[in-house]
T-cell receptor, first 115, second 113 residues
Framework: AQTVTQSQPEMSVQEAETVTLSCTYD???????LFWYKQPPSRQMILVIR??????QNATENRFSVNFQKAAKSFSLKISDSQLGDAAMYFC????????????FGKGMKLTVNP | GAVVSQHPSWVICKSGTSVKIECRSL??????MFWYRQFPKQSLMLMAT?????????EQGVEKDKFLINHASLTLSTLTVTSAHPEDSSFYIC?????????FGPGTRLTVL
């Protein structure tokens, strides 16, 4: 079975600084999808970024970028120029397909942004 | 992005009663919907996968007779918690898939007294 591990339960960052959230996963599949979701205090799950395993290029969405290391089964999220609104729970997730298959979530990590 | 609604957003019920939660995709048709449960300070755990017009697929350990799921149309799935008990108190989240991405509802907080 696929598993997703987020080993850091909490992190903090100063506003405008850069922070990296780590995630590792385990799978025997060669093709799959990885995601980072944000859950603010409202508890609405928001997709931050997605990465297709067959793509070698790391995904980027504005201030958010990933470092996808397929051989190491590592998928870290870098947040640049951190903003107060970035404070939330962040969940790393895995799926065998892009949207039609179930997501397997990591335990999550609470990010605090200090002004 | 696509919008998924859930109703109610919170509900309090007495032990032994049943509660129905609705999940609707408002601006797209969702062949597949998912139901997750999230306990305080924990991650989302998938309960079941729901496909329109067919029986839901439940994850191991989830009682299908207790958590009834109906996906009657491409825009509506319902989760009914039957004979609810205090241990069923949790945050229930649905998501709807357009086959490319899952869009999450805002969640329903269930408290069973």
């Amino acid at each position: 079975a696929q598993t997703v591990t987020q080993s850091q339960p909490e992190m903090s960052v100063q506003e405008a600084e850069t922070v990296t959230l780590s995630c590792t996963y385990d799978t025997s599949e060669s093709d799959y999808y990885l995601f980072w979701y944000k859950q603010p205090p409202s508890r609405q799950m928001i997709l931050v970024i997605r990465q297709e395993a067959y793509k070698q290029q790391n995904a980027t969405e504005n201030r958010f970028s990933v470092n996808f290391q397929k051989a190491a089964k590592s998928f870290s999220l870098k947040i640049s120029d951190s903003q107060l609104g970035d404070a939330a729970m962040y969940f790393c997730a895995y799926a065998t397909q892009g949207g039609s298959e179930k997501l397997v979530f990591g335990k999550g990590m609470k990010l605090t942004v200090n002004p | 992005g696509a919008v998924v609604s859930q109703h109610p957003s919170w509900v309090i019920c007495k032990s032994g009663t049943s509660v129905k939660i609705e999940c609707r995709s408002l601006d797209f048709q969702a062949t597949t919907m998912f139901w997750y449960r999230q306990f305080p300070k924990q991650s989302l755990m998938l309960m079941a996968t729901s496909n329109e017009g067919s029986k839901a697929t439940y994850e191991q350990g989830v009682e299908k007779d207790k958590f009834l799921i109906n996906h009657a149309s491409l825009t509506l799935s319902t989760l009914t918690v039957t004979s609810a008990h205090p241990e069923d108190s949790s945050f229930y989240i649905c998501s709807a898939s357009d086959n490319y991405e899952q869009f999450f509802g805002p969640g329903t907080r269930l408290t069973v007294l």
